[in-house]
Structures are given as C-alpha cells and as structure tokens.
C-alpha cells in the first residue's frame, strides 16, 4: 500500500503512518498530500487533524473541506517534544508552527531571547539544526542521532499532549462502518436559530458529537463550514436518520461524509 505523509523522514506524521504502511514516501505540504489522495496518486495518506494543546491542525480541516477523500482511520498519539541542537549556543528555535505552540510557555520561561522560525514539520527543523549551530529545532528527541544533543525533554506546555492522524484514502475506498463519523455541513445560509437546526436532529436521534468547528469559506467574510464528529458509524439508522433531518433542513447547502471509522492509540 502506497502511502505518504508529511516529511522528511522522523515528523510525527510519519511515526503515525508506520502503524498504516512499511513504505511510506514523504511530502513537504499537508495540501498536497490530500490533493495526491484524492488525485489517485497514493492509496493512502496520513494527516495531521488535531492537538489536545493546540487544537485544529487548520490546513487539514480546510483540504478536507474540497477534496474528494474519505477518513478511513483515526490515530491518536502521545506528542512528547525535546529540544534539540548542536549545544547551548543557539540563537533561533525552529520547528512546525503546532510545536512552537505547543511548547509555547516553555519557550517563554526558557528561551525568552531566541528567535523562533516557523518551519515545515519538526523533522525539517532538525535537518536545519544538523546544518547550522545557531538553530536549535522542537521534535522527537529520537530524532537527535548522533549529531545534536537532547538539551530538554518533556517540554510541551502540559504533560498530556496528544494528536489525532486521520488516515485518508480515496472516496470510493470510503465506508460506513466504524466508530466514528465525519462530516462537513455547508448551509449556504444564514438566519436566526440555524445552528440549531443543524444540530437539533442529532440531540432527537441520540447522537453523540465529540468537536464542532467552525471554518471560513473563503469565499466571503462571515460564511462558514461547520465540521462535526460524532459518536457512531453511518451504517447505523440513527445516524442515518439524523444526517437526512439536517440535509432536509438545508435548501442550498449540503453536507459530506467524509466516512466513518476506528480510532486506534498508538502509545510510541
Ligand atoms: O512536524 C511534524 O512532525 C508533524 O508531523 C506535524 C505535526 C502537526 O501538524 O501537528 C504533528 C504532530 C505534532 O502535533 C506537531 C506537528
């Protein structure tokens, strides 16, 4: 199975798509990677969704919002970041935006005077301090080799911090089974109590939601998707019959499911 993830070798990212494939390829940009799923060109792609310190990873949310995919499994992950460089004498703090949040007040309290440099994932932060000794880089301290030191360990902002992969394939691979849905809610309007309407029928319908989110469009300031997950698989007529009230209660608009699926938790 032919897969790929956000790279180079040693991110998050890829430590999540080793429980999915022994072969997997690299891609410098979360779109692209949707984009190569939904292309045809890979089977499978694993992706970033969600931090329990940060919260959404948005570019994700947003590409699931265009590209024909489906959610085929979810991976959740202890996120456990060192800081790593070549020694003491860094001036610059690289890594991925979601890790130099994560990590937020330990840089503060720590490192007020570095500078820090938003990079493409935690392991091209690493390539950057193998390179250059004023760089050091946020990642998985097994990451360090032989090169770099492990100047912290434990250094995100709480001790519970954990992120959910969404494992994507193409829309035909997608299914109704699992514990889990997905779907993404255009309503194309905009009165009094839509909200409620949307998410009325699945209270009726004893349906559980575990995140509701709200992102721009993009087309014009104050329109909005609404992307729902909830407890329970599509196959089931409860959930069935609480996605059909909200596509009923929607003229223009529409709803996706992106699928539904299991939630595995990979401890490394
Ligand atoms: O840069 C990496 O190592 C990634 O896999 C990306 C990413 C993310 O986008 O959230 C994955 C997990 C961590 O939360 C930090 C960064």
Redesign the pocket.
Known sequence: MRTVT?GPEG???HRAARTVSDEVSFSSSVTSIVEAVADGAYDRVVV?IE?SIEGS?TETVDALAVEEVSVLREIVTP?RHALLAQDESFETVAS?S??LA?CRSYLSEHHADASREAVS???EAVDLAREDPSIAAI?HPGSAGESLRVLATEIQDRPSNE?RFFVLGPESAGSTAGGKTSLVIYPASNYPGLLLALLEPFDENGVNLTRIESRPTGAQLGEYLFHLDLEGGLYEPRIESAVAAVEAALDDGWVRRLGSYDVEHVVE
Do not use: D, E, K
């Open positions: 956000l991110t998050y990212s970033p931090n990873v996120i991925h979601q890790a994560q994932s935690t392991a990642a992120t």
